[in-house]
């Protein structure tokens, strides 16, 4: 079924070391949405990309969307504990007259100070 | 200080009992939604709503019914049909109406729900 895969699902770093989570498409996305989710929060939305090869940034976050449409990658420039969270991709997949947003399973990133 | 709000934020509950979630929203959101986040998982829809008296099954919605009967507010109620209750249970609202291609959502607190 229509699906988004993110990887890895875990992932420790020493505070200062950067961090990169995947997240990949069984088909072409419109668009690409990325939500932080705090340990014991709610999802936060951060970013959306829409066109191929985009590339954005907020602060030390940098969101690309692939060439094709189908992944799309989040890097953390040297990570801080206040980084430390679940980051969700998700992405509209049709459903009929409208569309889902599937999210993936999460990249959980813990930050050991 | 407009945003969603969800009540209680932890819910104890007998095996057997219905229940049920609020969820409040003063974004003037026409779409809103109901998730289920259990360890490890990523969001799973249960109903989600385009506009007032209307609502549509998600992805696992056996086991749940919900209302929208004001456009502020979309109560979820989870029946004792629903085999394994304990989860962590999100609503949100959005502003493109349901499922358009550029719809971001908006979550609230959350509640997590356990069935003792």
């Known amino acids: 079924g229509q699906q988004v895969m993110q990887i890895p699902q875990y992932q420790h770093v020493q505070e200062g070391e950067d961090f990169t989570t995947y997240c990949n498409s069984s088909t072409t996305l419109s668009n690409i949405q990325w939500y932080k989710q705090r340990p014991g929060g709610h999802p936060v939305f951060l970013i959306q990309?829409?066109?191929?090869?985009e590339v954005k940034k907020q602060k030390r976050l940098t969101f690309q969307f692939g060439e094709a449409k189908k992944n799309s990658s989040l890097h953390i420039t040297a990570t801080q504990t206040t980084d430390v969270g679940t980051y969700f991709c998700?992405?509209?997949?049709?459903?009929?007259?409208?569309?889902?947003?599937?999210f993936g399973k999460g990249t959980l990133l813990t930050v050991n100070p | 200080d407009g945003g969603i709000t969800q009540s209680p934020k932890y819910l104890f509950r007998k095996e057997g009992q219905n229940v049920t979630l609020s969820c409040e929203q003063n974004?003037?959101?026409?779409?809103m939604y109901w998730y289920r986040q259990d360890p490890g998982q990523g969001l799973r829809l249960i109903y989600y709503?385009?506009?007032?008296?209307?609502?549509q099954k998600g992805d696992i919605a056996e086991g749940y019914s919900v209302s929208r009967e004001k456009k502020e507010s979309f109560p979820l109620t989870v029946t004792s049909a629903q085999k394994n209750p304990t989860a962590f249970y999100l609503c949100?609202?959005?502003?493109?109406?349901?499922?358009?291609?550029?719809?971001?959502?908006?979550f609230g607190p959350g509640t997590r729900l356990t069935v003792l």
């Open positions: 949100a609202s959005s502003t493109e109406g349901a499922f358009r291609l550029t719809d971001t959502q908006y």
């Open positions: 709503s385009q506009i007032v008296n209307d609502f």
């Open positions: 974004l003037n959101h026409d779409a």
């Open positions: 990309l829409v066109k191929s090869g």
């Open positions: 998700a992405g509209p997949f049709s459903g009929g007259s409208n569309y889902k947003l599937t």
